[in-house]
């Protein structure tokens, strides 16, 4: 067979790999890029294959990195089976429409801005209809039943812990009268997250494609008491200055983890607790709402300690305060309170959403809080503020950065280093070759070195285009994809241009902030001297 990476490679999102047998096609997701300028572009470029010609999916999970072009993918010709576990599919039809509004909402304002430049108008990339309408495609599968996909290809899906419904994929495909099994991680979630069980042991594999996130590092906070005591003291802080609490989070799997967490230690920590819990806590997003009630629905997939809570009569997922908002009107409303409120909001990097508007109305308050609780990817707003931003724009609009910015990595869904390579480890049958994706180049990097020490595996890290071909026999061969190379390397010019902009942006404000005169006329010389030097070399290029 042969393997061609797609998206998630050398980076984080848009998760896309294309399998192709002697007789089949098929994708092992279709995500959505995001976060840094030349990756979002990738969006609206033509498939490097013909969708038509796919014969199935397989999706790991339902986070928009890796299923978010899937409409795309169904408007460009795709017409086959998406298998995914029955959860993935039911937040699929959330997420995805949800995704198309967001399309939509971010178009018309562009269109806008573009027709005030007398610029033409352009399409959103798909719109709510069509990602409803590519619904039609989904199939449910349950987890750890091996099932035939077609012939000579068995796909099982195991529980990989990361959200509900996320999975760990095997696939067998035989070719010339022998089986090459390989695992796809997907994303690998913490053992002992909150509601979920543990990612399921594998008993082998020819060859595993694994994600590496936190590759290089290890969560500060393993336990959950830990790591819900300084979610405590950071909101209780808050709170006696008058501040709100403003959470970035994921619709889907975080939201649900700091409720039910929050609800499982009430008795724990007594009055600390009991004082959270009588603030209003909103969760800003429908989506996260109707998320929630699809957890609600799918108890089974819940870990014994959930489960028995439930049994119990409590509602792990609910308490007297917590408040939904669903319509727009009440997500503003919220920015009206002049009592402290605990304010949990989508997009969990901050990139699109209701989350834009609480950060606009908080950023710039020294009482306020900003909490991140998941990963924030290069490129994206939260990890701007992560990093240090003093200054941000939103809405055009220049917010200084005031408030007090935290993150609990605790709260992450995604296995760190340490609980990446026990799952490794945990695999009976060792892979032949170790494909790394779904991290930054960086991380890849320590993580290979991390797995060939600890276990001796060869590692690949291949860049997005990249194409292998795969035999039970451990050979490969890299095919270079020539046209995909030329799109990407492109791109990676328009990264450029980007991040001059960025900085030209900032010296521009330093030197408009030196109006006092703090620096002196030959230091401003020299600076004009070099800029003019750059200016001469972009004229240059444009011709």
Not at 192 to 198: F, H, N, S
Not at 241 to 257: H, L
Not at 480 to 489: E, G, M, Q, T, W
Request: proline share 4%.
């Amino acid at each position: 067979m042969n393997i061609t990476f797609l998206g998630a490679a050398k980076t984080v999102t848009g998760s896309c790999y294309l399998i192709e047998t002697g007789d089949k096609k098929f994708l092992v997701d279709c995500g959505m890029f995001q976060g840094r300028a030349n990756e979002v572009l990738l969006n609206a470029e033509p498939f490097p294959f013909n969708p038509g010609e796919l014969d199935f999916m397989l999706l790991t999970h339902a986070h928009i990195d890796h299923s978010g072009r899937i409409p795309k993918l169904f408007m460009d010709g795709f017409k086959g089976t998406i298998y995914a576990t029955k959860p993935t599919v039911q937040l699929c039809g959330i997420m995805l429409p949800d995704s198309g509004h967001i399309q939509e909402m971010e178009n018309e304002w562009l269109n806008r801005k573009r027709q005030r430049a007398g610029k033409s108008p352009v399409e959103p990339l798909y719109t709510v209809k069509e990602a409803t309408d590519c619904l039609s495609l989904f199939k449910g599968v349950p987890y750890g039943e091996a099932i035939g996909i077609a012939d000579g290809i068995r796909v099982r899906f195991n529980d990989a812990g990361h959200i509900l419904g996320s999975a760990i994929i095997e696939i067998w495909i035989r070719e010339n009268g022998k089986d090459t099994k390989i695992v796809f991680s997907g994303d690998l979630g913490n053992k002992g997250i909150p509601l979920l069980r543990d990612p399921a042991v594998i008993a082998e594999a020819d060859y595993l494609v694994v994600e590496s996130t936190y590759g290089n590092r290890l969560h500060t906070l393993k336990k959950d008491k830990d790591r819900l005591e300084r979610l405590i003291n950071i909101i209780t802080e808050t709170i006696a200055k008058g501040g709100n609490v403003i959470i970035p989070s994921f619709a889907v799997g975080r939201t649900q983890e700091i409720i039910y967490d929050l609800n499982k230690y009430m008795d724990v920590f007594g009055d600390a607790v009991n004082r959270i819990l009588n603030i209003p806590v909103y969760v800003d997003s429908p989506l996260a709402t109707s998320a929630t009630q699809i957890f609600r629905e799918n108890l089974d997939c819940f870990d014994e300690e959930a489960k028995q809570y439930i049994a119990n009569g409590d509602n792990p997922l609910d308490f007297p305060a917590l408040k939904f908002t669903q319509s727009p009107e009440e997500s503003k409303k919220l920015n009206e309170n002049t009592e402290s409120t605990i304010i949990i909001s989508a997009s969990g990097m901050c990139e699109a959403g209701r989350i834009k508007h609480h950060l606009k109305h908080n950023l710039w308050r020294k009482e306020s809080t900003i909490l991140f609780v998941g990963y924030q990817a290069e490129g994206t707003l939260g990890r701007r503020l992560l990093d240090g931003a003093s200054m941000v724009k939103l809405f055009g609009e220049e917010i200084s950065v005031n408030a007090r910015i935290e993150a609990i990595d605790g709260f992450s869904g995604h296995a760190d280093k340490a609980g990446l390579l026990s799952w490794i480890g945990s695999i009976g049958k060792k892979p032949k070759q170790v494909f790394i994706v779904h991290g930054e180049l960086e991380v890849m990097n320590e993580f290979a070195q991390s797995i060939t020490d600890e276990f001796g595996l060869k590692c690949i890290i291949p860049a997005r285009g990249d194409s292998y071909v795969i035999s039970t026999e451990n050979v490969y061969e890299s095919i270079p994809n020539a046209d995909v190379r030329k799109r990407f390397r492109r791109l990676a010019v328009v990264e450029m241009l980007d991040t001059l902009r960025e900085e030209f942006e900032e010296l521009a404000e330093i030197l408009k902030g030196d109006l006092k005169q703090e620096r002196s006329d030959v230091e401003i010389d020299e600076v004009a001297a070099k800029l003019k030097l750059v200016e001469k070399s972009i004229l240059e290029a444009i011709k």
